[in-house]
């Protein structure tokens, strides 16, 4: 579904990405990891479009289709969705009215019932209806904001799901409800592409799904199963990274 072609980028003149691989296909369960730098928010924000990430060489295809040069809103209407490391409030735009346009502009569905689906999701991550009078993020806790990425992605229902560190600077109470969300949506039929430093969301998902990718200086250095993830767990990138000769 997603395929990602010796992609390189580059950020204000600088490389990032020096010829990313990666094929995630239908229904499967990615996690990408890595140490601070390695360029796993490039390589998600470029997946998404972000107009700062510019791609020098090789591609990004999903369903067969080349969309390297295509706006972000387009690639949202295609099904991909990012949930973001860093929120950032949006001070002046209230939560109701910002899930209302995405939903009628992606799902074309009327006010009426974009309101009743927004008003029936947000229990499951843990919201109050007065959260919808709002502004996005304004004063949110990072389990908040967490938590509101995972709300647009339920209210979405993406083809494929691109996660940015949906574990860091949240409490151990939104990580359970925001690792069960994405499970269940993995359930139904969204490809997961999950980008973790810490991998402390890992102990809660079934190791048995996961295909794990290890990032380094740009690079995918080494794929695996779940196994991987208590192998870096136990020992550390840096260990890792010398067994495999990847240090050179
Ligand atoms: P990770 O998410 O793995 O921590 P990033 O993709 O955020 O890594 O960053 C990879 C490298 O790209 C880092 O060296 C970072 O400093 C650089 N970088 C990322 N975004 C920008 C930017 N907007 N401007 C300049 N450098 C950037
Ligand atoms: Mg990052």
């Not at 579904?1 to 094929?23: A, F, H, Q, S, Y």
């Not at 695996?224 to 136990?234: M, P, Q, W």
Request: charge should be negative; include cysteine.
């Amino acid at each position: 579904m997603l395929k990602v072609d010796n992609l390189k980028v580059t950020v204000e003149g600088k490389d990032i990405l020096r010829g990313v691989n990666l094929n995630v296909g239908e229904k499967e369960f990615h996690v990408i990891m890595g140490p601070n730098g390695s360029g796993k928010s490039t390589l998600a924000l470029t997946i998404a479009g972000h107009p700062r990430y510019t791609v020098v060489d090789g591609g990004i295809f999903f369903n067969g289709e080349d969309i390297t040069e295509i706006p972000a809103n387009e690639r949202v209407k295609k099904g991909i969705f990012l949930a973001f490391q860093h929120p950032e409030e949006v001070e002046g735009v209230k939560i109701m009215e910002f899930l209302q346009t995405i939903l009628n502009k992606v799902k074309g569905m009327d006010l009426a019932d974009a309101y009743d689906r927004i008003t029936e999701r947000l229990k499951e991550v843990w919201f109050r209806e007065d959260i919808l009078k709002r502004f996005i993020n304004v004063g949110f806790s990072g389990g908040e904001r967490k938590r509101f990425e995972i709300l647009q992605a339920l209210l979405m229902e993406p083809k494929l799901l691109i996660l940015d560190e949906p574990d860091s600077g949240v409490d151990i109470d939104s990580l359970s409800v925001i690792s069960m969300k994405i499970e269940e949506l993995y359930r139904r039929g969204t490809s997961i592409l999950l980008i973790t430093h810490y991998g402390r969301i890992l102990q809660h998902l079934d190791p048995s799904i996961l295909k794990v990718h290890i990032m380094k200086d740009g690079e995918i250095v080494m794929s695996g199963s779940g196994e991987l993830v208590s192998e870096i767990e136990r020992r550390g990138f840096q260990k890792i990274f010398e067994e495999c000769g990847c240090d050179e």
